[in-house]
C-alpha cells in the first residue's frame, strides 16, 4: 500500500507565500509524475504544476512564474513553493501521483487527501 500525505496548507494574508508538502510513503521503488491541483468551492479541480521523475516541469498559466514546483526522489517528496499569493487561490491542494512502483506492484493514479490553504485579502 502506498499513500500521499499533503502538508503546509493554513492562512496567510495576500502577497504571502507558503511553501506545501508532498510525503510519499509505502515500499516505493519509483514514482513517474507528480503534479499538484487545487479545487475551490463550487469549482473543478485544476492542474497547477507536474514534474517529471526527472525535474521537467510545466505550470497552469494562473501560477506561471508565482508557483514553483521540485521533489526531492531520495525522500519521495515533492514540494510546491508559493509566493505572491492571492485570494483566488483559496482551495484545497492535492498532490497526485500518475504511477507509483513498489517492490509489489504498481499503483495509479495516487491522490493525497488535501491540505486547505486560506488566503485573505
Known amino acids: 500500500q502506498v499513500q500521499l500525505v499533503e502538508s503546509g496548507g493554513g492562512l496567510v494574508q495576500a502577497g504571502g507565500s507558503l511553501r506545501l508538502s508532498c510525503a510519499a510513503s509505502?515500499?516505493?521503488?519509483?514514482?513517474?509524475?507528480m503534479g499538484w491541483y487545487r479545487q475551490a468551492p463550487g469549482k473543478q479541480r485544476e492542474l497547477l504544476a507536474a514534474?517529471?521523475?526527472?525535474?521537467?516541469?510545466n505550470y497552469a498559466d494562473s501560477v506561471k512564474g508565482r508557483f514553483t514546483i521540485s521533489r526531492d526522489n531520495a525522500k519521495n517528496t515533492m514540494y510546491l513553493q508559493m509566493n505572491s499569493l492571492k485570494p483566488e487561490d483559496t482551495a484545497v491542494y492535492y498532490c497526485n501521483a500518475d504511477r507509483i512502483a513498489t517492490v509489489f506492484r504498481a499503483y495509479r493514479e495516487v491522490w493525497g487527501q488535501g491540505t486547505l490553504v486560506t488566503v485573505s485579502s
Open positions: 509505502g515500499s516505493i521503488f519509483s514514482i513517474n509524475v
Open positions: 514534474i517529471t521523475s526527472v525535474g521537467s516541469t
